[in-house]
Nanobody, 125 residues
Framework: QVQLVESGGGLVQAGGSLRLSCAAS????????MGWFRQAPGKEREFVAA???????VYAESVKGRFIISRDNAKNTVSLQMNSLKPEDTAVYYC???????????????????WGQGTQVTVSS
């Protein structure tokens, strides 16, 4: 089992940047595909970005070209660099881990096995 803790959220003006980090403990992240999701008030949790165990990256259309996901297996961390932030990016951001198996579902909330507690990102206009 792996425990995930997000950090780096905060308040930023539109056009600004934030870098979220997800620190893992309990197991090495190299055994997992990793994803970032977000949930705004009154909305369902949605996919943001994912990185496979081998480094393949997938992004939601809404963040493509602005966000960058990366992983450092040696440090057991996953990061999300968020640039050109917009007010509609305001949400609680969650880090999640998906156990490696035959199939990889990058953008499916229900296919991730472990979740962090979330970190708030607020973008002011």
């Amino acid at each position: 089992q792996v425990q995930l803790v997000e950090s780096g959220g905060g308040l930023v003006q539109a056009g600004g940047s934030l870098r979220l980090s997800c620190a893992a403990s309990g197991r090495t992240l190299s055994s997992y595909h990793m994803g970032w999701f977000r949930q705004a008030p009154g909305k369902e949790r949605e996919f943001v970005a994912a990185i496979s165990w081998s480094g393949g990256k997938v992004y939601a259309e809404s963040v493509k070209g602005r966000f960058i996901i990366s992983r450092d297996n040696a440090k057991n961390t996953v990061s999300l660099q968020m640039n050109s932030l917009k007010p509609e990016d305001t949400a609680v951001y969650y880090c999640a881990a998906q156990v490696r198996s035959t199939y990889y579902y990058a953008d499916r909330v229900d296919k991730y096995h472990y979740w962090g507690q979330g970190t708030q990102v607020t973008v002011s206009s």
